[in-house]
């Protein structure tokens, strides 16, 4: 059933969904390791590719013509003549590295093996023709470590993975001298060795609660010491810092309430110059006094959150984005010396034309005394009170929603409703107590937070109880399918990305390099078989009957993490039922929609659900 009473009176300018959600113009600047160059993300008829510029010259031009799926993730190779990317096969994750030539344009593919996965392990500025990476060509299910020589494309194997590696560590020199490995607990182990030829000695048992937020961030220089995130002696994540031969350890910085977040590390001394800590907004901690100033006279740049994409071998010139809740990114070239910043660009030009709105960080008790972070992002020119509503749930579900713009929360705003993000217990960064108290609650507890999200924003007057909706990517996807079976009285509509259906053939399914993450997530959602009836109660394709609501799924046809098979059982049994549903599948894509035709049409076809049901405005 529709909306039948009157749609919000937005008295704003429409932002037209290609703006929105059409390619950037520029993104991604890289500044090349000789100082001399920028490369950056641009269309070429309409799809991304590299494009590069000489500093100081109106120059840029495309070095890559990719003409399906784009570019997307990309660096530098230390010669600064070469561009090294990944692509994929049409969202399948099998990713393939590659290299274009500055000079001829010419394009190299390093790895051209099908169903295989490349992961880039380690590079570095003072090994300029050497990288190592982690394929599973010899084994489906484990990664590898090959060097790559690339001058010439040789590929060789350097360490087989005995089975149980999940992350393989490198020392300043390219050399394997640690790996993490997975316990059948689901915690992980740390073994470092002195040589490539020495015995593997256990360094650090992380149990299951401390593994997701625990790692190693590298060596110091001399490679006596190692950099960690570990949280065995605190709730929260701390940088750490353990001498090898006594194991003695210090912290160096924490925060009582929130993660550790991401580090900036000196190339050549090794060092960790400065933190990050995602509070409502991020928060900087300077280690190293040397470049106090610099970081200064950065913040004074431009408003918003800062954050650093990359420096030149000198440490002269660095490329630096900010990020705020009303505006597209914007990006800087600063210069060190002068301690003064250039205006490069901004992603999306055009939303400034448009009137974007502030996200407001909020806080809330959930039913059981749990206290709960999020961001409330309302409409322009209207008043706070019994607004449609719309509950956006972040992936992961081991992830956090930040500060910043958000493009989906514009949106929502733009469309005339109140748009609601809240980082439910078993999301990420607030601690490891938070992060385990989602242990096993997908449904349940996990579900009630959102559920007493959305309950206070309707006591406060903000929601219309009314005219609520449930929306969400992959996680998101299968909250927001629980929210139409587990709570069909208190939503309107729902809209599911790429959202598990039935937890057993979710977790059966996986891609086969899970395998070393499934005891994991067997402690943290359940076991196929052990746990088959309680995962059965946790699924949404089991409680189809209670459906009372209209529900959009949209799903990628080659989506390696949930399968296409997750939307499709319950789109069977919807059609079964006779209820309402509307169901996207996008043949070339994913877990999520690169290609801004697919989602051009996915926001497209949403947004017109959307106001069908909660009576909000779309672009025609």
């Known amino acids: 059933m529709g909306y039948a009473g009157t749609a919000p009176q937005v008295k704003t300018k429409l932002i037209p969904r290609e703006v929105i959600f059409g390619n950037p113009v520029k993104a991604s600047p890289k500044i090349s390791p000789d100082g001399k160059k920028l490369a950056y993300l641009a269309p070429v008829k309409n799809v991304m590719n590299i494009w590069v510029e000489t500093l100081g010259k109106k120059d840029d031009q495309p070095v890559t013509r990719d003409k399906n799926r784009g570019i997307h993730a990309f660096f530098w190779a230390q010669d600064s003549e070469q561009i090294l990317y990944v692509q994929d096969t049409a969202g399948n994750e099998n990713w393939r590295l590659y290299s274009v030539s500055l000079e001829t344009k010419k394009v190299r593919e390093f790895t051209p093996f099908k169903d295989v996965q490349i992961r880039i392990l380690d590079y570095n500025k003072h090994f300029p023709n050497d990288m190592l990476l982690e394929m599973n060509q010899r084994n489906p299910s484990i990664h590898d470590v090959y060097h790559l020589d690339l001058p010439s494309g040789k590929l060789t194997l350097r360490e087989e993975n005995p089975g149980d590696v999940v992350d393989w560590i490198t020392d300043n020199e390219l050399k394997i001298r640690g790996k993490l490995t997975a316990r059948e607990d689901g915690g992980n182990d740390l073994w470092i060795r002195d040589t490539e030829k020495s015995d593997w000695r256990k360094l650090i048992e992380w149990n299951f609660e401390d593994s997701m937020l625990s790692g190693v961030f590298g060596f110091d220089k001399d490679h006596r010491f190692l950099y960690l995130r570990d949280s065995r002696t605190s709730n929260t994540a701390e940088l750490a810092k353990m001498e090898l031969t006594t194991g003695e350890q210090i912290t160096i910085a924490k925060d009582p309430e929130y993660d550790l977040g991401t580090v900036l590390i000196h190339p050549d001394t090794y060092e960790i110059q400065m933190v990050s800590f995602e509070k409502e907004k991020r928060a900087w901690e300077v280690l190293d006094p040397e470049i106090a100033a610099d970081v200064k006279a950065i913040q004074k740049l431009a408003e918003g959150d800062f954050f650093i994409l990359g420096r030149d071998n000198q440490l002269e010139n660095w490329v630096v984005g900010f990020t705020q809740d009303d505006g597209p990114v914007s990006y800087y070239l600063y210069h060190s010396a002068s301690k003064k910043g250039t205006f490069l660009f901004t992603s999306r030009p055009d939303l400034q034309k448009y009137p974007l709105v502030k996200s407001k960080p909020i806080t809330l008790t959930a039913r059981d005394g749990l206290k709960l972070h999020g961001y409330l992002t309302l409409p322009s020119g209207m008043e706070p009170q019994k607004l449609p509503l719309v509950l956006n749930v972040h992936g992961g579900p081991w992830a956090r929603s930040t500060w910043g713009y958000d493009a989906e929360a514009q949106w929502l705003a733009n469309r005339g409703y109140a748009c609601l993000d809240i980082n439910f217990r078993g999301s990420s960064g607030y601690g490891k107590n938070f992060l385990n108290a ?124 949930v399968k296409q098979a997750e939307s499709e059982q319950i789109v069977a049994a919807m059609k079964k039922k006779g209820i309402d549903h509307q169901y996207l599948l996008f043949k070339d894509e994913g877990h999520g929609f690169v290609r801004p035709a697919n989602r051009l049409k996915f926001y497209g076809e949403a947004e017109k659900f959307l106001a069908r049901h909660l009576g909000g405005r779309y672009e025609k």
């Open 438 to 561: 989602g242990n096993k609650e997908w449904g349940r507890k996990m579900h009630e937070d959102l559920v007493d999200a959305v309950e206070w924003a309707v006591q406060k007057g903000i929601a219309d109880p009314e005219r609520l909706a449930i929306y969400g990517g992959s996680y998101g996807g299968y909250a927001a399918l629980v929210g139409a079976t587990f709570t069909p009285d208190l939503f309107r509509c729902a809209v599911s990305i790429v959202g598990p259906s039935n937890l057993v053939t979710f977790i059966q399914s996986t891609p086969p390099y899970w395998k070393n993450f499934l005891a994991n997530i067997y402690q943290r959602v359940g076991h196929p078989i052990k746990d088959e009836a309680f995962l059965k109660s946790c699924s949404p394709l089991f409680k189809v009957d209670q459906i009372k609501i209209p529900v959009l799924i949209a799903q990628g046809a080659n989506d390696p993490r």
